[in-house]
């Protein structure tokens, strides 16, 4: 009976001989201890409901067996795993409270929870932490052990581990810390008592307490244990202590006492490289600039991630005033790594020290965008008070450093929007206010100017240099009102113009062609009658554009925009335009007209920036007409291809995937200007491929790739996104299924990104051509959780949100074709891809629905559903075996029939196909699939005749079989 899983008649049958045995105390140990054997066997096979079963009634038999009991509690620990899998925490917590009040068993059970929760804990899941403190904390309130104290502490601190690098506030971390201490505290002193080993627990309240900044205590009790304890602590806690013991002396500023346990440390182990380059930074910290050097010149020797050495060095040169060297080294580290965006800050200092102004202002740049990113991202930094100040100070000296640089360059338009950064977020520099007010001197804005210098003194009354700046302005307004004209153009700023952008730049709102300074140099509003913009060779005719009314002896700024013709993406080099701006206004009755002329750069339509990621999308269009033709076929060449019942946007985008491989698509660098490097830089021009161009030229930089991969998803009806990490950019999909359902589809949190309620899929599209789709998927997912991990905030942003603000321009080139020839290597490798899906997303149902199988042997429904899983899976020969024992219980089953036809069918066996899909359809006529699948096997059998006649049968059952099996009314002509 146990052979062929009878579990429950094998226990009743062992039952009943007890009840018959002549010698019961013989009979029962005997029953007993092979019922807890196969208990443990049970265990090895899934069937854990049926051990715990075993093993109870093992112990009902022989209550104070020691091997029995042990077993109990091995059934009992896989028994809660298997709940806690299933998501019923509180399930296992009933089971435990029913143990409370059975003193042989109590401690076993209680035990038993505390590990499982301990494994639990150790999941890189919040879910997963949350439920292994919240069944800890009950552990404690029926038990108040020393033991679970310490454990749960250990849980709070993989909590901080967790909570950490994510999406939450200081406070909160706080709060966790104070956790960690609380329980580890209680947890140390309890274990300490017992003599029980407590030195696990003692680390990480140590841990804890250096984070809030109790350092002289971490000092006094680590000491205290190094003292007395270190013969019994094993080499790794030896140095454990030692390390939190050096933190703590670094915290205090001993740096000598720190030094001295670090050189204990590096004796205990000198391969420990994390160790030596935590040597290296207290070092630095102590300002030992070339011992630190030294330290890691010697690590960068076989280093695996050799930036992090060579920034670090660069760091050191900059502080220990070695400019050219820093810079040296800080280049050399962003050439390995582009993806520290702090390095550029550092580097930008190394420049701007030594003198290199140009190269200091582009760094700059890039750092501010960085630290603008993070400020703005503080809930998910977990930034302290002290940190947010730093970084809010660095930001700070950074742009006054672009601003003094673009001042000197005589840059007045970027100067002028670094000050007015500036005295946004500090209002009370004075320094900001001034220089923003030379600015406007220099801009022609005299009446901004008074303004600004005025707020200067108004926080410096005493400051010679602002009080001059304001008297010389005084003169400069009066001799303009001599001069000028009513309204006067002070200046035209026109920023390069790209022409994929072309649509955008109509829409003041989407995008500005530029502004116009305007100066009204009375002491009455003028209203403006008219404004035209007017580029020629490439407009037919003047844009108006609205103009509101100038106040009375002040500056404004004009917003202007062109609707400029779609034969502007023709043009594939860069060239200097004028742009005319034509004013008219009414003076004392009389009209008059002012206009002022600029000249302006107009990319090729490939050029672009990456000022704003969002500009990608300008190169992706979802109504692409070749495109939109192109999915449909591809669409047809996979519609006879298995599907499993597997998601169908995961399904079409490895379809894209594999077909755009097959084409020849493949990743291929550009060394002079690879996005790693341009897209730090928001000035940097950067050459963009538009998709049709990818394909034809079958590759591009990681950029083209995703744009190529997105345009051919969303004309395929599948939402992307991209996703934008420093010096990277990669694809995302939306797969369809809802955040709450992410579990019950099979999928991991670790391998999809959930943005609300919508669950996305991370692509890693330079794998193209090298790596299917399944790799690029798990290489695009891991990527993504490496960046937010080390702090970098990926970001993703839908395609349908950048095209509110860029809308996309399709451009294809003269004589562009799009076909789709795929191979049957295709079609192969979809086939493998869709067994992988299955596996990687059924494994779980498989086990659930085995479970139900083995203990429902006789439940039609769940055989036929267990035996699609079986087949969905590949497991075709058991699918086939269940399959026929349904059919024996249910012989007139169409389901089961028609699923029997289905293996057939995929094995070749076309005859015996046809046979079970006539059966199924003698049951169930109304069922047009059932004849489809008869049109298919008859086809696939060579005979054509009986096919259309199935299908025509199936079309006139349901007119929509038409539309979906059209490609068979193809192959039957």
């Not at 960085?370 to 703005?376: F, I, Q």
């Not at 991370?762 to 993504?784: H, Y």
């Not at 269940?882 to 995929?906: M, P, Q």
Request: with cysteine.
């Amino acid at each position: 009976m146990l052979a062929n899983g009878r579990y429950s008649e094998a226990l009743g049958a062992w039952q009943l001989a007890l009840e018959k045995c002549s010698k019961p105390t013989r009979m029962a140990e005997y029953i007993a201890l092979h019922l807890s054997e196969e208990a443990l066997k049970m265990i090895g096979k899934k069937e854990v409901t049926e051990a715990k079963r075993y093993v109870e009634y093992a112990l009902q038999l022989q209550p104070t067996d020691k091997q029995i009991i042990a077993r109990y509690g091995m059934v009992h620990k896989a028994y809660y795993e298997y709940l806690i899998g299933l998501g019923e925490s509180s399930a296992m917590l009933d089971d435990v409270k029913k143990h409370l009040e059975k003193p042989a068993l109590k401690s076993l059970i209680l035990h038993t929870a505390d590990s499982v929760s301990s494994i639990l804990g150790l999941e890189e899941s919040l879910a997963s932490i949350n439920t292994a403190i919240t069944i800890k904390k009950k552990l404690i309130e029926w038990d108040n052990n020393s033991e679970y104290h310490a454990t749960l502490a250990m849980a709070y601190a993989e909590l901080y581990e967790y909570k950490r690098v994510r999406d939450v506030t200081a406070p909160e971390i706080e709060s966790i810390l104070r956790e960690i201490i609380k329980y580890g505290q209680s947890g140390y002193n309890g274990l300490k008592q017992a003599k029980f080993g407590y030195f696990d627990v003692h680390l990480t309240l140590l841990q804890a307490m250096n984070a809030t900044g109790k350092y002289d205590d971490v000092q006094k009790q680590a000491g205290a244990e190094l003292g007395s304890a270190a013969q019994a602590m094993s080499k790794k806690i030896q140095k454990s202590y030692r390390k939190i013991l050096a933190d703590s002396y670094a915290g205090q500023k001993k740096y000598d006492l720190a030094e001295a346990e670090y050189k204990t440390l590096v004796s205990l182990d000198p391969s420990d490289r994390q160790t030596q380059s935590s040597f290296a930074d207290m070092l630095t910290e102590a300002g030992k600039y070339d011992v630190a050097k030294g330290m890691l010149q010697q690590l960068l020797v076989n280093a695996d991630q050799p930036a992090d050495y060579i920034s670090r060095i660069g760091k050191i040169e900059l502080l220990n005033g070695r400019y050219a060297e820093a810079s040296f080294q800080l280049e050399k580290a962003i050439e390995a790594d582009p993806s520290v965006s702090m390095n550029y800050g550092y580097l930008a200092e190394a420049y701007d020290l030594a003198g290199n102004t140009l190269k200091a202002q582009d760094n700059y740049e890039v750092a501010i965008n960085y630290l603008e990113r993070t400020l703005n991202n503080v809930n998910r930094n977990n930034l302290t008070a002290t940190d947010m100040g730093l970084l809010r100070s660095k930001r700070e000296k950074y742009i006054m450093a672009a601003a003094r640089i673009s001042t000197e360059k005589g840059e007045k338009e970027e100067a002028g929007v670094y000050y007015e950064k500036l005295t946004q977020i500090n209002p009370k520099s004075a320094a900001a206010w001034h220089g923003l007010g030379n600015v406007y001197v220099q801009s022609g804005r005299i009446y901004d100017a008074l303004a600004s210098f005025d707020k200067a003194l108004s926080l410096e009354s005493d400051n010679k240099t602002y009080s001059a700046s304001f008297t010389n302005t005084i003169q400069l307004r009066e001799d303009a009102l001599k001069n000028q004209t009513p309204l006067a153009i002070v200046d035209i700023h026109v920023k390069d113009i790209y022409p994929a952008l072309f649509k955008n730049y109509a829409d003041i709102r989407q995008l500005p062609l530029g502004n116009v300074t305007l100066a009204n140099n009375t002491a009455d509003m003028i209203l403006p009658t008219s404004v035209s913009v007017f580029i020629a060779d490439f407009m037919s005719q003047p844009t108006p554009v609205s103009c509101t009314g100038i106040n009375g002896y002040s500056n404004d700024k004009l917003k202007i925009s062109a609707i400029l013709p779609e034969k502007i993406l023709e043009n594939a080099e860069k060239k200097s335009l004028t742009v005319e701006v034509v004013i008219s206004y009414v003076r004392n009755g009389a009209t008059e007209t002012i206009r002022k002329s600029t000249v302006f750069n107009l990319h090729g339509r490939n050029a672009i920036t990456w000022s704003d990621k969002r500009l990608l999308a300008a190169f992706v269009s979802p109504q692409d007409q070749q495109f939109i033709a192109f999915a449909k076929d591809v669409d047809a060449f996979y519609r006879t291809s298995p599907s499993y019942g597997m998601n169908k946007s995961i399904l079409k985008a490895m379809q894209l995937y594999t077909i755009l491989e097959d084409a020849g698509i493949a990743y291929s660098a550009d060394p002079n200007q690879s996005y790693s490097k341009v897209s730090m830089h928001g000035d940097q021009l950067d050459f963009l491929q538009f998709p049709s161009e990818t394909f034809q030229r079958k590759g591009g930089d990681c950029d083209d790739l995703v744009a190529l991969m997105s345009s051919v998803m969303e004309n395929s009806g599948v939402p992307t996104a991209y996703i934008d990490v420093p010096g990277h950019v990669m694809v995302a999909f939306d797969c369809g299924i809802k955040a709450a359902d992410l579990k019950a589809s099979g999928l991991d949190n670790k391998e999809v990104v959930v943005i609300g309620d919508h669950v996305w899929i991370p692509v890693e599209t330079t794998l193209l051509g090298s790596k299917n789709f399944m790799i690029a998927w798990k290489s695009g997912a891991d990527r993504f959780y490496e960046e937010l991990h080390a702090g970098h905030f990926p970001e993703l942003i839908p395609m349908s949100d950048a095209w509110k603000f860029y809308q996309p321009s399709s451009y294809s080139q003269p004589g562009f074709d799009l076909k789709m020839n795929a191979s049957k290597k295709a079609t192969d490798t979809y086939d493998a891809l869709v067994n992988q899906l299955v596996a990687k997303t059924r494994n779980q149902a498989v086990v659930e629905m085995r479970n139900r199988y083995n203990t429902e042997p006789n439940n039609t429904y769940v055989m036929n559903n267990y035996a699609m899983l079986m087949a969905q899976t590949g497991n075709l020969r058991e699918a086939e075996r269940v399959f026929l024992d349904a059919l024996k219980i249910n012989s007139d089953d169409a389901s089961v029939l028609n699923n029997l036809g289905n293996i057939a069918y995929l094995e070749g066996n076309y005859k015996v196909a046809i046979s079970y899909y006539e059966q199924a359809n003698g049951f169930d006529a109304e069922d047009a699939d059932i004849l489809i699948n008869l049109c298919r096997a008859n086809l696939a059998a060579g005979n054509k005749a009986a096919a259309s006649e199935w299908y025509n049968k199936a079309v006139t059952l349901n007119a929509e079989t038409g539309d979906l099996y059209i490609h068979l009314k193809t192959q039957l002509k």
